[in-house]
């Protein structure tokens, strides 16, 4: 059982920039994937960024060069850097293990960008 713990959301100016952060507790030796993803209202949830342990790294189309993952592993946290935000990024996001046996998602924060 691995519970998650989003924090960093809020509301920036187009071209402004958030940290989000997740902090894993529990059994987090069963995670192989950290993610992020996001969703508005209305619409399917999207996979923003993904770190796996083996070292590879994905982006959604969307985000690829403003939006940095990572983690540390030392405290159980991942990290989702977002840069040069515009409008279109605004959304409620959320971090997500996966592993063996895992599937957990955290509570989701938002993330509003005006322009």
């Known amino acids: 059982q691995v519970q998650l713990v989003e924090s960093g959301g809020g509301s920036v100016q187009a071209g402004e920039s958030l940290r989000l952060s997740c902090a894993a507790s529990?059994?987090?030796?069963?995670?192989?994937?950290m993610d992020w993803y996001r969703q508005d209202s209305g619409k399917q949830r999207e996979l923003v960024a993904r770190?796996?342990?083996?070292?590879?790294?994905e982006y959604a189309d969307a985000v690829r060069g403003r939006f940095t993952i990572s983690r540390n592993p030392a405290r159980n946290r991942w990290y989702l850097q977002m840069n040069s935000l515009k409008p279109e990024d605004t959304s409620v996001y959320f971090c997500?293990?996966?592993?063996?046996?895992?599937?957990?998602w955290g509570q989701g924060t938002q993330v509003t960008v005006s322009a």
């Open positions: 529990g059994s987090t030796a069963n995670i192989w994937a």
């Open positions: 997500h293990a996966a592993g063996r046996s895992l599937d957990t």
């Open positions: 770190f796996r342990i083996d070292g590879q790294i």
